[in-house]
């Protein structure tokens, strides 16, 4: 990936010589692979332990310029794709052209964010328009089975232990799985048609001017169905800021479990 980048090769001519023998990075790609990652994730306030104080300075002293590392990286693995890409056989010219056709309108910065827009509006209108019907199919189906144990049991603490607590309990959690599934399928959907990553290469300038890295954005959408493994998603993220900053707008984001919160505060 480096090789037509001199910045960049001479950073990991510079950081491969201090990478641990443990790791049997050896001279190759895996050698390149580990001396960008270093470069991307090490730093003097990073969480990662027993890492060799040699390639953690040479590491800082290369990334600590004025210089956007990232955005290097990212820029030299495009140019890496696109060497690959004009090598491939004439018989995906087709192919390729449709590919570019898409990628010429959904990453254009006033059409593709109008489409972004549009595609938010049919997800977050599914979640709380048309998950409607379910909801209250799931509400139904619970408040039928506390009554008919209501029914059929005497009055005391275990009756009410079971309608109240147990089935009242697990139905107000249950309630919220039409929209978080009717979420992971957007997700799903959007991400193998490969429509996530270009929303997140689009996002990235926004998220950028945030503080936020672009990848950020799909924990942030997946944020709107559970904060939880939204938060478990942004271990994908090399850097320990971005990690943390990311973390703490998760929680930002508004789930279905938050609205009746929101409601009872106002």
Known sequence: VCSSDLPLAEDVAAITPHLPESWH?????????????????????????????ALREASAKRSGSDRDIER??????????DRVIATLKTETAAARRGTERADAVLLNPVFGFALFLGMMTVVFQALFTW???????VETAFGWLAS????????????????????????SVVVFL?????????IGIMEDSGYMARVAFLMDRVMRAAGLNG????????????AIPA???????????????????VPLMTCAARLPVYTLII
Do not use: K, N
């Open 72 to 81: 290097e990286v990212i820029l030299a693995r495009y140019a890496q794709v």
């Open 148 to 171: 008919t144990v209501e029914a059929g049991l005497p009055e005391g603490f275990f009756r009410d232990l079971l309608t109240e607590g147990v089935i009242g309990g697990v139905g």
């Open 25 to 53: 990075a050896g001279a190759g790609p895996r050698a390149t692979a580990l001396s960008l990652w270093s470069l991307l994730s090490l730093d003097e306030e990073d969480e990662l332990r027993d890492i060799p104080s």
């Open 178 to 186: 039409p929209q978080i599934l009717l979420l992971f399928l957007f």
């Open 231 to 249: 938060i478990l998603a942004t271990r994908t993220m090399e850097r320990q800021r971005d990690r943390f900053l990311t973390m703490m707008v």
């Open 131 to 137: 998950s409607g019907p379910l909801i209250e199919i």
């Open 215 to 226: 990848r950020a954005f799909v924990p942030m959408m997946s944020g709107f169905a559970c």
